[in-house]
T-cell receptor, first 114, second 116 residues
Framework: AQTVTQSQPEMSVQEAETVTLSCTYD???????LFWYKQPPSRQMILVIR??????QNATENRFSVNFQKAAKSFSLKISDSQLGDAAMYFC???????????FGAGTRLTVKP | DTGVSQDPRHKITKRGQNVTFRCDPI?????LYWYRQTLGQGPEFLTY????????KSRLLSDRFSAERPKGSFSTLEIQRTEQGDSAMYLC??????????????FGPGTRLTVL
């Protein structure tokens, strides 16, 4: 079974600085998708960034980028120029190309200090 | 607003009672998912519908849980004989095209269940 591990329960960053959230996963499959979701307090989850496993190029969305290391099964999220609105729980998620449901990590709570 | 909606947002019930939650996906999305999220954890997949067909069920979905999507639009999740361990946030998500370049599941706000 696929598992997703986020080893940092909490992270803190100064406003305007850069922070990296870690995620590793375990799978025997070669075709899959990886996601980072953001869950602000008492608000619904929204997608931050996605990566297809077959793509070698790391995904980038404005201030958010990933470092996808397929061989190491690592998928970290880098947030540049952190803003107060980035404060939230961040979940790393995996979805097999053959299955429907996503597997989520336990999350990392990001605090942004002014 | 054309996002995913869930009703009710909060439900408090006594142990042993039955509860039913509703999810309305984004209108053009034919795929619908249910997840459960307990405090301090990431969501756990429960079940998946493509149109009205329930195609995948997690082993987390015990016999007390049943989900339906009778007309391929809204879905209901029923929990019978609730237990205190059922207390959680129940999330619904929808997706249009599994192989699209977006591949994004859009989440609703969730139904928070508290079993006393």
């Amino acid at each position: 079974a696929q598992t997703v591990t986020q080893s940092q329960p909490e992270m803190s960053v100064q406003e305007a600085e850069t922070v990296t959230l870690s995620c590793t996963y375990d799978t025997s499959e070669s075709d899959y998708y990886l996601f980072w979701y953001k869950q602000p307090p008492s608000r619904q989850m929204i997608l931050v960034i996605r990566q297809e496993a077959y793509k070698q190029q790391n995904a980038t969305e404005n201030r958010f980028s990933v470092n996808f290391q397929k061989a190491a099964k690592s998928f970290s999220l880098k947030i540049s120029d952190s803003q107060l609105g980035d404060a939230a729980m961040y979940f790393c998620a995996y979805r097999s190309a053959q299955a429907a449901g996503m597997r989520f990590g336990a999350g990392t709570r990001l605090t942004v200090k002014p | 607003d054309t996002g995913v909606s869930q009703d009710p947002r909060h439900k408090i019930t006594k142990r042993g009672q039955n509860v039913t939650f509703r999810c309305d996906p984004i209108s053009e999305h034919n795929r619908l998912y249910w997840y459960r999220q307990t405090l301090g954890q990431g969501p756990e997949f429960l079940t998946y519908f493509q149109n009205e067909a329930q195609l995948e069920k997690s082993r987390l979905l015990s016999d007390r849980f049943s989900a339906e999507r009778p007309k391929g639009s809204f879905s209901t999740l029923e929990i019978q004989r609730t237990e205190q361990g059922d207390s959680a946030m129940y999330l619904c998500a929808s997706l249009g095209d599994l192989r699209s370049s977006y591949n994004e599941q859009f989440f609703g706000p969730g139904t928070r269940l508290t079993v006393l």
